[in-house]
C-alpha cells in the first residue's frame, strides 16, 4: 500500500516566481494537511483540506494557497517567492486516525 | 515564546544507553501528544501517541505524560545506531488527531555511536 507520495522531488526557483506542488495521500485518507520545514526547525502548520475545502489554515500569507480534488490529492501553491520560503515542504493525510507524512519537496529560492 | 519547546540538542550517546528526550507546553488546550522520527530527506513517521497522562510503552520506546506541568518525555531504551535521527514531538486540541493542526517542537538530533 503506497503511502503518501509528494512531487517533485526537489525544485529550484527564481525569487518573484510561482511554484505548485503535488501530494498524493494515503489509499483511504480523505484529509490533507502542508506544512513548511525550514532548516533545524518543527514544521509549521500550513493548511488543512477537506472535502474540497480548506478547513483550517496557519500563519501564512495569501501568497499560500491550495486546492483538493475529488480524489482527495491536493496542490500547495506558492506564489511571489521569497527567499525565505526556501524550506521543505510536507504533505501528510489521514482518515480519522493519526496522520502519515510524506517525504517531502525540498524547495530552493534563488 | 512558541507554544511548544524542544532542546534541539544535540545529542550524542553511545549504544546500549537510555536517551530521555523532552518537551514543554504552554497551551493547555493541547489534549493528544505525538512523537515522531525523521531520519535524513525523509518525512515525520509516527513513533508514540498518547492522550492521557501517565506511561505508554511500545517495545524499547516508552511515552511520558504529565498534563499537570505541560511536560511530556520519550524515553528510548538500549538505544541502537539505527535510532539515529531528529526526533520532533507533535501536540493537538481536541477533536482527534485527525482534526486541526499539529503543532511541533523544533526538534532533537541524536546520535548513537557505536
Known amino acids: 500500500d503506497a503511502g503518501v507520495t509528494q512531487s517533485p522531488t526537489h525544485l529550484i526557483k527564481t525569487r518573484g516566481q510561482q511554484v505548485t506542488l503535488r501530494c498524493s495521500p494515503k489509499?483511504?485518507?480523505?484529509?490533507v494537511s502542508w506544512y513548511q520545514q525550514a532548516l533545524g526547525q518543527g514544521p509549521q502548520f500550513i493548511f488543512q483540506?477537506?472535502?474540497?475545502?480548506?478547513?483550517q489554515r496557519g500563519n501564512f500569507p495569501d501568497r499560500f494557497s491550495g486546492h483538493q480534488f475529488p480524489n482527495y490529492s491536493s496542490e500547495l501553491n506558492v506564489n511571489a517567492l521569497l527567499l525565505g520560503d526556501s524550506a521543505l515542504y510536507l504533505c501528510?493525510?489521514?482518515?480519522?486516525?493519526?496522520?502519515?507524512f510524506g517525504s517531502g519537496t525540498r524547495l530552493t529560492v534563488v | 515564546q512558541k507554544e511548544v519547546e524542544q532542546d534541539p540538542g544535540p545529542l550524542s550517546v553511545p549504544e546500549g544507553a537510555i536517551v530521555s528526550l523532552n518537551c514543554t507546553y504552554s497551551?493547555?488546550?493541547?489534549?493528544?501528544f505525538m512523537w515522531y522520527r525523521q531520519y535524513s530527506r525523509k518525512g515525520p513517521e509516527l513513533l508514540m501517541y498518547?492522550?492521557?497522562?501517565g506511561n505508554k510503552e511500545d517495545g524499547r520506546f516508552t511515552a511520558q505524560v504529565d498534563k499537570s506541568s505541560k511536560y511530556i518525555s520519550l524515553f528510548i531504551r538500549d538505544s541502537q545506531p539505527s535510532d539515529s535521527a531528529t526526533y520532533l514531538c507533535?501536540?493537538?486540541?481536541?477533536?482527534?488527531?485527525?482534526?486541526?493542526?499539529?503543532?511541533f517542537g523544533q526538534g532533537t538530533i541524536l546520535t548513537v555511536h557505536p
Open positions: 507533535a501536540m493537538t486540541q481536541g477533536g482527534g488527531t485527525s482534526y486541526g493542526k499539529l503543532t
Open positions: 489509499s483511504g485518507h480523505d484529509t
Open positions: 501528510a493525510s489521514s482518515y480519522l486516525g493519526t496522520w502519515t
Open positions: 497551551n493547555s488546550a493541547f489534549q493528544y
Open positions: 483540506y477537506y472535502e474540497e475545502e480548506e478547513r
Open positions: 498518547t492522550y492521557s497522562s
